[in-house]
């Protein structure tokens, strides 16, 4: 399997806040990847209930193409945005890393 846990980030929120950090979770797709089996989503990047939407982006070494959406702001204004990965999995990539980058004005360094 490509990926071996699920990883959560959580940020402090300050309420009243203009900005409020996201927590940032990973979630890898529930089937397990197949080697040479055509493109498929293999993980999802969520950055949940910042306010001031947050902005997402993957690196990785290989081939991959991903989308953003965003849910409607919530009543307290908070917004979470939603990431696919989807690539090709190969034999090669067994054991590699791909990176969900999460980018906010509340985060001092992209998470």
């Known amino acids: 399997s490509l ?6 980030v959580l ?3 300050t309420l009243g806040a203009a900005s409020v ?3 940032v979770v990973i979630e890898p797709d529930p089937d397990i990847p197949v080697a040479d089996s055509g493109e498929s989503i293999i993980a999802t990047c969520l ?3 910042a306010k001031a939407a947050a902005s997402i ?4 070494p290989f081939n991959f193409s991903f989308t ?12 979470t945005i939603s990431s696919p990965l ?3 999995p190969t034999r090669e990539m067994n054991g590699k890393y791909v990176y969900c ?5 509340a985060l001092k360094t992209p998470e």
């Open 11 to 13: 940020v402090s929120l």
């Open 86 to 88: 989807r690539l090709s």
């Open 3 to 8: 990926w071996a846990e699920t990883l959560t």
């Open 47 to 49: 950055a949940k209930y």
């Open 57 to 60: 982006n993957w690196e990785s």
């Open 21 to 23: 950090a996201p927590i």
């Open 68 to 79: 953003q959406s965003a849910t409607p702001p919530a009543p307290d204004g908070t917004v």
């Open 101 to 105: 980058v999460v980018e906010h004005p």
